[in-house]
């Protein structure tokens, strides 16, 4: 069946504002038909009871995935996009924040400028302080790491085209995906369209400093050896540095100014170097580690469950 639009939502304790939400999407006028994909990514409520009910009520296609755990946001998305049959597809918040009508204006501009994926820019955040500054931290580290244009915002409020989905998810298997990095290796064909954003239908982000963390390491080292050079320079400079020491060092013996004077900078050394060789070790660690993780195959995501209605797309 084709489809010309597919709404991926990945869910994660959406109890209160999945049904809501897939009601609005489910009377939007879509020419050629959309479909819903709901992903539910280990959810600890409700959240599978009523997805089935969706399933059994839903006025237009609707497929819902089951994960066997929760697996992450990016996880979840990937996901959807491999069970999604639209021609385009735009992934949204579980939350509301996203609103239906804004996800068709940037598939309208997706279509209409040949675009493989339309990033929604925010006239003005609703987010918390904390995810607000979370987000503004995650596109610094991407303007060094990724092949984008500066100040390019990337936000989860996207539309790609069926064709970058599909590179996508073929090219990359492993267990820690950054969706808009993966897209940007795939494709230069992206855009941006300021959209609205709404307030926050119930509950609180998912979005904890764990989990910002992680997304990071993965916007930065999966795409970058920036980290590792940026171990190097910092080894060269406090080795220089240790040079210097040691010049200070000698000459406060040279010149009988006492042990204590030299004790005291070799302690100092110690400790600078001590924690250096950490911080290198530690990054070269998080890439070997990533490596043997990806090596062993630890799965991306396993789907427990997959159920669908078999309704017709709806032609408006």
Not at 118 to 133: C, D, M, P, W
């Amino acid at each position: 069946m084709s489809l010309s639009l597919s709404f991926v939502i990945p869910l994660y304790n959406s109890a209160d504002t999945i049904a809501p939400l897939v009601r609005e999407i489910e009377f939007l006028s879509v020419a050629g038909g959309h479909e819903i994909v709901l992903v539910n990514d280990g959810s600890a409520d409700r959240t599978a009871d009523i997805c089935k009910e969706l399933v059994r009520t839903a006025k237009i296609p609707i497929t819902v995935i089951e994960h066997a755990r929760n697996f992450g946001e990016h996880n979840a998305v990937l996901t959807g996009w491999r069970h999604a049959r639209g021609a385009h597809i735009v992934n949204i918040d579980d939350d509301g924040q996203n609103p239906p009508d804004e996800a068709i204006r940037l598939w309208q501009h997706a279509t209409s400028n040949d675009l493989d994926a339309v990033y929604g820019h925010y006239e003005i955040k609703r987010h918390s302080t904390f995810r607000n500054l979370g987000s503004w931290f995650t596109n610094v580290l991407t303007d060094m790491a990724l092949d984008k244009p500066k100040q390019f915002y990337l936000s989860s409020f996207r539309c790609v085209s069926a064709f970058a989905a599909a590179q996508v998810t073929a090219s990359y298997s492993g267990p820690y995906p950054y969706i808009d990095g993966l897209l940007l290796q795939v494709t230069q064909r992206v855009g941006s369209l300021a959209v609205r954003h709404d307030e926050r239908r119930a509950g609180a982000s998912g979005y904890t400093l764990r989990r910002l963390v992680r997304l990071w390491l993965s916007a930065w080292m999966n795409f970058s050896v920036l980290p590792l050079r940026a171990a190097t320079v910092l080894g060269f400079l406090i080795a220089t540095a240790g040079v210097a020491a040691f010049g200070v060092v000698f000459w406060l013996w040279y010149t009988q100014r006492g042990p204590a004077y030299g004790w005291g900078w070799v302690m100092s050394a110690v400790l600078v170097f001590s924690g250096t060789q950490l911080v290198m070790l530690g990054l070269i660690g998080e890439y070997v580690g990533r490596m043997f993780l990806t090596i062993n195959r630890r799965p991306q995501s396993v789907v427990r469950e997959v159920l669908s209605s078999e309704r017709a797309p709806v032609q408006r």
